[in-house]
């Protein structure tokens, strides 16, 4: 090896090594409304779940507008009470 060749392998052993942290859960569920329908029941629930956290995603399927709401956390119960109360919103829409 000539002065200016590097030994990867003496490169990748000096590497720091990553840990890995908890399990990040994800559910999600569609809504076939506008996001500004939903808005207020949201906000409300991000407030009281504030240990998890949510996206939505609006999407157009031909004819239908709507948002997929994707929750994210790390404990599963805290997760399924989320879409549990998701449901309920959507079942109230009609």
Same mark, same amino acid.
């Given at each position: 090896?000539? @002065? !200016?060749?590097?030994?990867?392998?003496?490169? $990748?052993?000096?590497? *720091?090594?990553? +840990? !890995? =942290?908890? #399990?990040?859960?994800?559910?999600?569920? %569609?809504?076939?409304? @506008?996001? @500004?329908?939903?808005?207020?029941? #949201?906000?409300?629930? $991000?407030?009281? #779940?504030?240990?998890?956290? !949510?996206? !939505?995603?609006?999407?157009?399927d031909? *004819?239908?507008? =709507?948002t997929?709401?994707?929750?994210? =956390?790390?404990? +599963?119960?805290? #997760?399924? +009470?989320?879409?549990?109360?998701?449901?309920?919103?959507? %079942?109230?829409?009609?």
């Open positions: 090896m000539t @002065g !200016s060749e590097i030994d990867v392998r003496d490169d $990748a052993r000096s590497l *720091p090594v990553l +840990q !890995s =942290g908890q #399990l990040i859960l994800s559910d999600e569920l %569609r809504f076939e409304v @506008g996001e @500004g329908l939903i808005a207020a029941s #949201l906000r409300d629930l $991000a407030a009281e #779940l504030c240990d998890l956290t !949510s996206d !939505s995603y609006r999407f157009h031909r *004819p239908v507008y =709507g997929s709401i994707v929750v994210r =956390g790390t404990d +599963q119960a805290r #997760l399924h +009470q989320a879409v549990e109360r998701l449901e309920g919103i959507r %079942r109230s829409l009609g």
